[in-house]
């Protein structure tokens, strides 16, 4: 899977939007072997284990909205997308 990542503070803070990446990382991506593509952390590579009973579908619309959860909490406007090249699907 591939995350794209596109992050703003509304107070326009940097940190703000460092630490909000961070948090997103780590409460969302770990154990998922996370790549960073992009250095800026805009854009990573990740895995997505099936769980039984529940879709893939189900499993990354769920994983969205914990990263707008984050964002929102943080004070924070977040674009994302999740992209499974090989199958061509699309999350927003």
Known sequence: MELTLLLS????SRS????????????????RRPRRI????SCFSFSV????????????????????????????DLEAAIRHRPSGGHWF
Do not use: F
């Open 49 to 76: 284990e099936s769980i039984p009973g529940r879709s893939t579908d189900v499993v990354i619309r769920n994983l969205l909205q914990r990263m707008h959860d984050i964002a929102d909490e943080r004070d924070c």
């Open 9 to 12: 503070a509304r107070n326009g």
């Open 38 to 41: 992009e250095a800026d952390g």
């Open 16 to 31: 703000r939007e460092t630490t909000t990446l961070q948090q997103i990382e780590r409460l969302c991506l770990k154990g």
